[in-house]
């Protein structure tokens, strides 16, 4: 692939750009495929690799400023890479591990940062609805590409995922809601196996996913407070369950072999 392909790659669907260091460190990290890398400072990239990753090796292809900058403003270094075969949506829920639910998450970077959370905690999956493609590379330089590490997916509908039928099926997920007016969050009360709902910062959740909660639990805030950024929030009950015990482990997720052009 040439960097001139990044502009098309942007509207592939089974393609990711990935601009920035981090994000390509940990698509390779957890096994992804890059079909093409690109820089003006090599010398820049090895050093990073040394200092933060020296497990990885990104293959990059030197280019002058000028195309690089055409191709990505921002960043000292861009990639194209397969977006990865994850679970389906059908097969995370009828998992051990919470999920993580987004309802219309407003900004391309709270979404990746929820994503980055997620990974770390050990979340089993996120799934989000709304007009933003959860694999878009802005919300793919805010989770530093550790889209690559955890299973993520939109969906149409938060009110009504399904679980595969059959006699194995575990029971129905308890849909969790965050909602400030719910009760105070209790680790040792929690539900198994649960969809955990987060909407706005600044709406919230819908009235029609409040109705359809099996639980409404909220984060304990100082008087005056009245919420959080996005992320936060799903960062303080991911680890208010984690280091309570009682988290539902997800499939334990190895780095892979690290795949570049």
Not at 83 to 109: C, T
Not at 136 to 163: K, N, W
Not at 170 to 197: C, I, N, Q, S
Not at 213 to 218: I, L
Request: hydrophobic share 45%.
């Amino acid at each position: 692939m040439e960097i001139t392909e990044v502009r098309h790659a942007r509207r592939d669907p089974t393609l990711v750009v990935l601009e920035g260091f981090h994000p390509i460190k940990h698509a390779l990290r957890f096994g992804g495929h890059l079909l093409g890398a690109w820089t003006a400072d090599a010398e820049e990239i090895a050093a990073l690799e040394s200092a933060l990753a020296p497990d990885i090796h990104i293959p990059v292809e030197v280019v002058d400023r000028a195309t690089l900058t055409a191709a990505t403003p921002r960043g000292q270094v861009i990639a194209v890479a397969r977006r990865p075969r994850q679970a389906p949506p059908s097969v995370l829920l009828a998992g051990p591990a919470h999920l993580i639910g987004l309802e219309n998450p407003a900004h391309l970077g709270n979404l990746g940062a929820v994503i980055r959370v997620a990974a770390a905690a050990g979340a089993g999956g996120v799934l989000s609805t709304g007009r933003h493609d959860p694999w878009h590379p802005d919300a793919l330089r805010g989770s530093a590409g550790l889209h690559f590490a955890v299973p993520v997916h939109r969906i149409d509908s938060l009110l009504s995922p399904t679980e595969p039928a059959g006699s194995s099926t575990p029971p129905p997920r308890a849909r969790v809601a965050l909602d400030p007016d719910g009760t105070p969050l209790d680790p040792d009360t929690f539900p198994e196996r649960a969809l955990l709902v987060f909407g706005t910062e600044r709406g919230g959740l819908s009235d029609e996913l409040l109705a359809a909660a099996t639980h409404r639990v909220a984060l304990p805030m100082a008087p005056g407070v009245s919420s959080m950024n996005l992320a936060t929030a799903v960062a303080a009950t991911l680890y208010a369950l984690r280091l309570s015990g009682r988290r539902p482990a997800a499939p334990e997720r190895r780095p892979g072999p690290c795949h570049g052009t």
